[in-house]
């Protein structure tokens, strides 16, 4: 029943931690003490949270949606830099760690001390490595960050309430996209443009939003294909994108002009450039740049290296950087809460579109089951895990 | 006579110009009126200067030295990015330039209100594009920066004058070393290192002798060779490299932990790396960075595009810039006069030592004739036409 709730139903169910009558909860965490495949390595560990006995600054969290992100698996492989430190303070035989990194929560519970959070708030973490696939958690306040639940969104007059998969996914993707824009390079609006590859992944369709939101002119490359003019359509008409081309086209002399006559009539340049692809890609799309422009690498789907000429470096002193949103914000938490509200503003007014996620529903069933199966589709499009 | 002339008659002859009898001056010029091989399009041309009638802030100058460099090649083959503007001035029949880009000039008359130069002082170009290749020549004077004559280091109680070799070659690679590794990354002194491939090209050993100079550690990257032993030898004795490896040793896992044992001794980073060959060569030197280091190109040598993993981007902060010397000084002379004051100073304190050039010493042939013949054996080394 669960399976097919509608929205009614699951608010209810959502609620249940409410009631006075229950003071122990059940968290269902999936863990992993080594590393290796996640079908191989992931557990579901249960353990116990007394409500009752908070510390004064302390939280209970129930779990509202999480994703699969390939990072999280490469965590879980062990074959990501950043890793959660493995611990057996939830009562595990050896240390283990809880995967996910990215989580929607609502607050059930508060400690005496906790001024930030009322119980009914929403929130997502506020670092990585917190462990997101569980049912619930219990933690310290500021390991939390609030967001407005529908009702808050609601009461501020905004058009919409934040999804569970948009609150869910609010920390990597939209959060890059933003900060790559705005971060690095001053791009003048309604002159000024970026260049993107990948312009049909989860990022360069923020990306293509975000710019249009700002009032930058987007180029986005995409690989060729047999339903390329539907796609060009779609990326301008949905995601707003200013042009798309293809990686031929990009890559194309006589293809040139054509992009500096709409550089013409903007009146601006290519001051950025976008790269989650490497190889022959990041040339094609550096060489695009104007002079003292910077590329920032954010991704390598060819799992070829940044490839750069020579000339450009010299003598267009073009620069190329990389960009790890989990690095930039554990260095300026401000920066997170800002750049959070900002795109909870777009959320809610109805402004932005999410990525939509394929929904991994948990009902009774073993959970790591759960989260396995989604790693296994996370191939055919993006996972949540919805509770 | 005069090439095998001996340093009293080489200065008696660079003094013939303060006769008072001679006032005016036949200036040979190596012009270029199209772009082509040097030996298709270099020409001398001859032109008169009358030192009775310069305006108030000219000078006249006679060449001492001008290399040929590789960047002075490229310009007259079309195909270098700086280029000389193409003029009637010097009563050429057709719009030319003439070619070179480096020199070391003493000043034969100046304007009457000329107060940064006197009969006798030394001077180098103060931009690019002068075009040194010239026997005189009459320009204002802000297009000048005064050097010490010998005579003036004398008096300073330098331990040497500066060469002409030294003087005329001062403005791009020294200065391309010492920028390098000082305006970009604070480098700790007696800690901290650099990285570089084409650690036996000129502005390698510049690197390692600045490096030393200033207190940095240098690992210099270099081709394997029958006589490695010896060139090994020869950059940590002559140079002051802190330590010289091959290219293989650089890409190889065994020879990681001596490298780790190196920065350990030490209680430095590499926080900086500098390539001038391009493709796997770049990859591998900017592996040996630390977080957030930076590798700074300037060269090309394998004709390789520059190559960077992926998550030496992303996970490791690893930045890739471009360095032009020519770029960085134009918006920037104050920097200019500040470095060459630095170099100066070394050479004359007899604590720096210049690559040596094969001298092409010109008496009363065709000047082009000896340029053409430099270029021609320019692959051989370092080329210096003297005057």
Known sequence: MFLSAGKSSLRAQLRTPYSPISRMLTSHAVIFSSHGEPKDVLKTHTYEIDETKL????????????????????????????????????????????????????????????????????????????????????CDAEKMMKVPNPDQSKAEGKKQGLSINQGATLSVNPLTAYLMLTHYVKLTPGKDWFIQNGGNSAVGKFASQIAKLLGFNSLSVVRDRSEIEDLKKDLKEVCGATQVITEEQNNSKEFGPQVKQWLKESGGEIKLALNCVGGKSSAGVARKLAPNGLMLTYGGMSFQPVTLPTSLHIFKNITSAGFWVTELLKSDPNLKRETVDRIVDWYTNGELLDAPSHENVWGNEDLAKVVISGVENSKSGKQLVKF
Not at 75 to 104: H, I, R
Not at 107 to 135: C, L, M, Y
């Open 55 to 138: 510390g004064a600054n302390e939280i209970v969290l129930k779990t509202l949606g999480a994703p699969i992100n390939p990072s999280d698996i490469n965590q879980v492989q062990g074959v990501y830099p950043s890793q959660p430190e493995k611990t057996t303070a939830l009562g595990t035989s050896e240390p283990s760690a809880v995967g996910g990194n990215e989580g929607l929560f609502e607050i059930t519970h508060v400690g005496s001390g906790v001024k930030e959070f009322q119980v009914g708030d929403w929130a997502i973490p506020t670092s990585v490595n917190f462990g997101t696939w569980r049912s619930y958690a219990l």
